[in-house]
């Protein structure tokens, strides 16, 4: 949601084939979230090529079988201003 709005906000998209998944905090940090591994397969059969992740959730995605992971680019993030740089489209 916070992507989307900063994209409606600036006019700049977001880039295409990717997705992301995290809290976010009031001050705009990244939090961890659970069912990371369901994540990543829902990401994979939509045709999804990069996923931002929580930086908490490394050690999860490390946990995933390479074989599932194949073709992903995983990007950990820690706050959502290094979500948005790499997310949305240079203006």
């Known amino acids: 949601m916070t992507a989307a709005l900063a994209s409606t906000l600036t006019g700049r998209p977001l880039r295409s084939h990717l997705a992301m998944t995290g809290e976010i905090t009031l001050r705009g940090a990244v939090l961890p979230v659970g069912g990371i ?3 990543v397969l829902a990401a994979r ?3 999804i090529t990069e996923i931002f992740v929580p930086a908490r959730n490394e050690k999860d995605v490390g ?3 390479a074989e ?12 959502v201003d290094e979500l948005l740089s790499a997310a949305l489209e240079p203006g």
């Open 68 to 79: 599932l992971k194949e073709g992903l680019s995983f990007r950990y993030v820690e706050t």
């Open 37 to 39: 591994k369901e994540k």
């Open 63 to 65: 946990e995933i079988e």
């Open 45 to 47: 059969r939509a045709g």
